[in-house]
C-alpha cells in the first residue's frame, strides 16, 4: 500500500437500525460550525460520540443521529443536529418534565466520569505492563464515549430561546430581555475561577516577597483550575508563574469582587421586574428556569469532556512510553491504533497535526484522512464551503462603543499576542481564554447566541461585546483598527 493510500483509513462495524432513517431527516451538507484546534485524539473520541446512535438512546431516550466531521480546525455538522432540539419538543409529550430529568441523567454521568477520571490520574503506574495500561484506557473509553454525547445537548438552545422570544415577541428590547431572562444562576467553573483569582488579588498588598500564605493560595488555585489552561489535550496546565502574570493585571480587585456580587443582583431584580411586566405563568417560568439551566450546561459539557481528558494524560504518558513515544506523538494516534499498537510513524503524526479530517456520515462509520488531496475531496463532496463577506454585523451580547487594535486568537497560545485594550476576535470563547479577555476593550466572535460563553463573561466584565458575526476571525486581522459598536451589532474598520 502507498503512503498516501496508508493515511486514507476507513473504519466500520455493523450498522444497526434502531435509529430515525437517515432518509427522513438527513439532507444537505455538512456546514462550518465551530473552530476549535484539537489532537486527533480527542477528535477521535468526540466523533466516535457521534457515530454511535446507541449513546443517543441510552442518554437522550430517543432513537437519533447526526453526520459531523472534522477537519482541522473545523467541525461540520449536518442540519440536523440543529434539528435536534425541535425533533425531541415534537417527540416528548412533556417537553419540559424531560428537561427535568435530563439534566439530572448527564450531570450523573459527568460526576461518575470525573470520579473515575481523578482515580486514574492518582493511579501508581510503575510496576503496570502495557496490557494493564491498554484495559484502563478501553475502559475509560467506553465511558467516555457514553458521556461525550452530551455535546448534543448544545441544540436544546434552539427550541427553548425560540420559545422565549415568542414570549418577547411584542418587547422593544428582545435581546437585551433574552439575556435577563437567561442569566445563569449556577457558576461555571471559570466564574469560579475568576473570583478565586480576585480574591487572591485582594490579599496581595505587594508582588515582592509574597507571604507563604499567598504562594499556597495560588497552589490551591492551580490544583482546583489549572487544568482550565489545559483544554483539547495539547496544553499543560496553568502554572505559577502564569497565575502571578495574571494577578499583576489585575486592579481594584475588591471593587470588582463586589460588582460581582452586585451583577447577581441586579440581574435577580430585572428579572423579577420583567416577569411581572410579562404577567408570567407558571409555565413561563419552568421555559426560563431550563434557559438558565442551559446556559449553565453549555459550558459544563466542554469543561468536564476537558477536565476528564487532562486527567488522563498520565495514562497515556504511560502507554506512549510503552510504545516509545512522547506525549505529543501519541495524542495523534486514534483510539484503535493505541488499543491495537497499530503505531505509526513520526512523519505521519507530523502529517496529522498539520491538518487531518475524520467523518461520521453513517451510523458505527468513520472515515479518516490525514492526505491533504484526499480532505480537499472529501470537503468539497460532503461539506458547504465557508461564505465570507466584508460586512461584519452579529448580535449584541453588552452594549457599548469602543475603538481599539484587533487581536486574532484562534488558540491558548495566540494568547500572548493581546495587550491591555485590544479588541479581542475568536471563533468563539473557552473558560481557558478569560486570561486574553481581562486585558481586552471588547469581544467580537464568529460564532454564539445570546446565551453563549462569551455574552456571559462580557455581561461579567461589562465589555462591548458582539457574537455571532460568522467571519470575524477571517475578515479582521491582527493591528486592524475597528470600532465595536455593541449598540447596533456592528464593527467598522476605522480609516487611519
Same mark, same amino acid.
Given at each position: ?5 496508508? =493515511? ?51 442518554? &437522550? ?6 453526520? !459531523?466531521?472534522?477537519? !482541522? ?17 415534537? @417527540? /416528548? ?8 430529568? $435530563? ?30 495500561? %491498554? ?91 489549572? #487544568?482550565?489552561?489545559? =483544554? ?5 496546565? #496553568? @502554572? ?8 499583576? !493585571? ?6 470588582? %469582587? ?28 419552568? #421555559? ?8 449553565? &450546561? ?60 475524520? &467523518? ?6 468513520? $472515515? ?38 484587533? =487581536? ?24 481557558? &481564554?478569560? *486570561? ?17 460563553? *462569551? ?14 458575526? /460568522?467571519?470575524? !476571525? /477571517? ?22
Amino acid at each position: 500500500m502507498g503512503f498516501r493510500e496508508r =493515511r486514507v483509513l476507513y473504519h466500520s462495524k455493523q450498522a444497526n437500525n434502531y435509529f430515525v432513517k437517515m432518509e427522513d431527516i438527513h439532507a444537505g451538507k455538512l456546514q462550518p460550525i465551530v473552530t476549535r484546534r484539537y489532537c486527533l485524539l480527542a477528535v477521535d473520541l468526540f466523533i466516535s460520540t457521534y457515530s454511535h446512535p446507541e449513546n443517543f438512546e441510552k442518554v &437522550f431516550d430517543c432513537k437519533y443521529y447526526t453526520r !459531523t466531521c472534522y477537519i !482541522t480546525p473545523v467541525f461540520y455538522y449536518g442540519p440536523e443536529a440543529a434539528q435536534f432540539g425541535d425533533f425531541l419538543v415534537k @417527540t /416528548k409529550p412533556d417537553f419540559l418534565k424531560y428537561l427535568g430529568q $435530563l439534566f439530572p441523567k448527564i450531570y450523573f454521568l459527568g460526576e461518575e466520569l470525573l470520579k473515575k477520571s481523578l482515580v486514574i490520574r492518582n493511579i501508581d503506574y510503575s510496576n503496570l505492563k502495557k496490557e494493564e495500561l %491498554l484495559s484502563i484506557f478501553s475502559d475509560f473509553v467506553k465511558d467516555y464515549d457514553l458521556f461525550a454525547i452530551s455535546l448534543m445537548g448544545f441544540n436544546l438552545q434552539f427550541p427553548i430561546e425560540k420559545k422565549l422570544k415568542l414570549y418577547l415577541s411584542h418587547r422593544k428590547n428582545k435581546e437585551e430581555e433574552l439575556a435577563i431572562l437567561s442569566f445563569p444562576e449556577k457558576e461555571n467553573f471559570s466564574a469560579l475561577e475568576a473570583k478565586n483569582l480576585l480574591t487572591i488579588r485582594n490579599n496581595i498588598n505587594s508582588f515582592e516577597d509574597l507571604p507563604k500564605s499567598i504562594l499556597d493560595e495560588i497552589d490551591l488555585h492551580i490544583k482546583q483550575f489549572g #487544568w482550565i489552561g489545559a =483544554r483539547g489535550m495539547m496544553e499543560g496546565s #496553568w @502554572t505559577k508563574e502564569d497565575i502571578l502574570a495574571r494577578l499583576k !493585571t489585575i486592579d481594584n480587585a475588591d471593587v470588582r %469582587l463586589k460588582e460581582l456580587s452586585e451583577l447577581k443582583k441586579i440581574n435577580h431584580n430585572k428579572m423579577q421586574h420583567l416577569l411581572k411586566e410579562l404577567n408570567a405563568d407558571e409555565q413561563l417560568i419552568s #421555559w426560563i428556569n431550563y434557559a438558565k439551566e442551559l446556559v449553565y &450546561f453549555r459550558t459544563y459539557r466542554t469543561d468536564y469532556l476537558n477536565f476528564i481528558l487532562f486527567n488522563v494524560k498520565p495514562l497515556l504518558q504511560n502507554i506512549a512510553n510503552c510504545y516509545g513515544l512522547s506525549y505529543q506523538e501519541i495524542i495523534y494516534h486514534r483510539i484503535d491504533e493505541i488499543l491495537s499498537g497499530n503505531i505509526v510513524s513520526k512523519k505521519e503524526t507530523d502529517f496529522r497535526r498539520d491538518c487531518c479530517a475524520l &467523518f461520521t456520515l453513517e451510523p458505527q462509520k468513520t $472515515l479518516f484522512s490525514s492526505d491533504i488531496i484526499e480532505i480537499n475531496k472529501l470537503k468539497e463532496k460532503y461539506c458547504e464551503e465557508e461564505i465570507f463577506t466584508s460586512e461584519l454585523k452579529g448580535s449584541a451580547a453588552y452594549s457599548g462603543k469602543v475603538i481599539g487594535r484587533v =487581536r486574532v486568537v484562534v488558540d491558548k497560545p495566540d494568547l500572548i499576542k493581546v495587550h491591555e485594550n485590544d479588541i479581542l476576535v475568536m471563533p468563539m470563547t473557552t473558560p481557558d &481564554f478569560v *486570561a486574553g479577555m481581562q486585558k481586552a476593550a471588547a469581544f467580537i466572535t464568529d460564532e454564539g447566541g445570546i446565551t453563549c460563553h *462569551a455574552a456571559i463573561v462580557a455581561r461579567e466584565m461589562k465589555k462591548p461585546c458582539i457574537i455571532g458575526t /460568522k467571519n470575524a !476571525t /477571517k475578515v479582521l486581522k491582527d493591528g486592524d483598527l475597528v470600532e465595536v459598536d455593541a449598540n447596533t451589532g456592528i464593527v467598522r474598520k476605522v480609516t487611519q
